[in-house]
């Protein structure tokens, strides 16, 4: 048996938050659409300051969403549809979503995409869609995300880091691909009518007819009314600790400069985002206790959450506040 | 004759008693529950192994489920000092796109975690039996060991599922 919804919610959180829930709660097959408003999606092991351009996501108003599954950062807006195939783990397949997508792209739209040996769909050398895994022990999905008529300047900005920011880490590291919209192709496309071939390519694969009803709206847009299971998970994908605290470990380093001279920092930050060691380096050199004073004030300073320019502000202040008694 | 009889009798108990002391140790003489130890390793259906010496079990994931995956390039890991609860997931190991989440076998608190995971994720890949395992947990009950598989049991569900 086999369901298919697309939800009426067009917010990353929820949505993802309505993904994990039918990946726990049910038994059957669930072929899910959504659609989120301009937001930029890290893998569950990825450095965020590595991938994302931070600054351009909070001046343009975009999400940033850390999600469960594995892979390397995407950008999401309403010109992108997520499609999420959610199935028993003895069913799970990793090919057998963009088969169908395939399918249904070539057949309903003459779209020529094919699959690619990374498991991402690609139209004319040029990607369309990419692919992410989530395989717990009973059940597992695979998500992607099919560029339809997105805002492609927005996903290249959002997708460029920082370079102020020098980070050493082993976190997963996104694969930069160039991109396609389906529309450059055909022209104008309708995303319903696109969920509308996959479903009916999906069903037909599994099923030996095809139901007659149309694409069912799963109703995940109001707060508080929501399955508490989904409000709960909402909440803690939304949460400063699971985006900003759940990344791996790095190193990141840091120059400060003086008129009198410069200090290299390189601060060890663990998971949590907290800074458990220090190591500074000057050419001007630095006294023994001031050396000690700096590695008091930012060990265990949590560098949870956007402001992390402001906490280095605060350092950077703390500094100058505190160096001229050097001399 | 009976003098005889009674040294030997008393060296013998003596050479079984200091046998005893010097190859066991002393609590598991006292209190068999204790300290316990598996000789071979003991298989989840999610995939995941684990073997005990003196009550610390160590916990990896089947050369089967390393096979699956395909090239790790992450292990995310819980802290040392967490309480977990037998089949609960402890963290995530993540090979091309997909995050696979991995179950602690038993309960236990983890006593240490595998750092070199960190800089080489793909020693799963090469030896996820030995160097490539995760954490190192102190058993709560050792009873819920023989919940699980033994390696030839576990085989067997593996080539089930392939089969299908």
Same mark, same amino acid.
């Given at each position: ?327 | ?63 089967? %489920?390393? &096979? ?6 992450? $292990?995310?890991? !819980?802290?040392? @000092?967490?309480? =977990?609860?037998?089949? /609960?997931?402890?963290? %995530?190991? &993540? ?6 989440? $991995?179950?602690? !076998?038993?309960? @236990?608190?983890? =006593?240490?975690?595998? /750092? ?49």
């Amino acid at each position: 048996m086999c369901l298919c919804y697309f939800t009426t919610s067009t917010n990353v959180f929820k949505n993802l938050a309505t993904e994990e829930f039918f990946l726990k709660y049910f038994e059957k097959n669930i072929l899910l659409f959504y659609c989120n408003t301009p937001s930029v999606v890290v893998g569950r092991n990825q450095n965020i300051l590595k991938e994302v351009n931070v600054e351009f996501c909070d001046s343009n108003g975009l999400h940033i969403a850390r999600r469960r599954s594995g892979g390397g950062c995407v950008y999401h807006d309403l010109g992108n549809v997520n499609v999420s195939l959610i199935t028993s783990r003895r069913q799970f397949n990793k090919t057998q979503l963009l088969e169908c997508i395939k399918n249904a792209l070539q057949r309903g739209f003459h779209i020529p995409v094919r699959v690619s040996e990374r498991n991402d769909l690609r139209l004319l050398d040029r990607k369309v869609a990419g692919s992410a895994y989530r395989i717990t022990a009973e059940r597992a999905y695979h998500h992607t995300t099919l560029l339809v008529h997105a805002d492609l300047w927005k996903l290249e900005e959002s997708l460029h880091h920082s370079e102020k920011l020098a980070i050493e880490t082993k976190a997963t590291q996104s694969i930069r691909s160039k991109v396609l919209n389906l529309t450059e192709y055909t022209g104008p496309l309708n995303i319903m009518d696109i969920c509308r071939a996959i479903r009916k390519e999906w069903y037909s694969q599994n099923l030996q007819v095809v139901p007659e009803e149309d694409v069912k709206l799963f109703d995940n847009e109001p707060t508080g009314q929501l399955f508490s299971e989904i409000e709960k998970e909402y909440k803690y994908l939304n949460s400063i600790q699971w985006i900003w605290g759940e990344g791996p470990a790095y190193n990141l380093r840091c120059h400060l400069f003086f008129r009198w001279g410069y200090i290299d920092m390189s601060l060890r930050v663990e998971k949590g985002n907290r800074i458990v060691g220090v190591e500074i380096h000057s050419a001007s050199g630095i006294p023994l206790h001031l050396r000690q004073i700096i590695t008091q004030a930012v060990i265990g300073l949590s560098c949870l959450g956007k402001n992390y320019g402001e906490q280095f502000q605060d350092i950077a202040t703390w500094f100058l506040r505190n160096l001229p008694t050097l001399s | 004759m009976s003098l005889f009889w009674g040294s030997s009798l008393s060296m013998l108990r003596y050479t079984l008693c200091s046998k005893g002391w010097t190859l066991r140790h002393s609590s598991r003489l006292l209190n068999p529950c204790r300290n316990f130890s598996t000789d071979v390793r003991k298989y989840a259906a999610t995939h995941e192994w684990i073997k005990v010496e003196d009550d610390v079990g160590t916990v990896g994931i089947s050369k089967h %489920a390393a &096979e699956e995956l395909g090239e790790v390039v992450y $292990v995310d890991l !819980p802290e040392k @000092g967490l309480d =977990l609860e037998a089949k /609960s997931t402890f963290g %995530a190991v &993540e090979s091309v796109k997909a995050a696979s989440d $991995v179950y602690s !076998p038993v309960s @236990g608190q983890v =006593l240490d975690i595998n /750092s070199k995971l960190q800089e080489d994720p793909s020693l799963i890949n090469k030896d996820s039996l030995g160097e490539g395992w995760l954490i190192k947990l102190k058993i709560q009950n050792p009873k819920e060991l023989d919940q699980l598989m033994d390696e030839a049991a576990y085989l067997k569900t593996t080539q089930e599922k392939s089969s299908h």
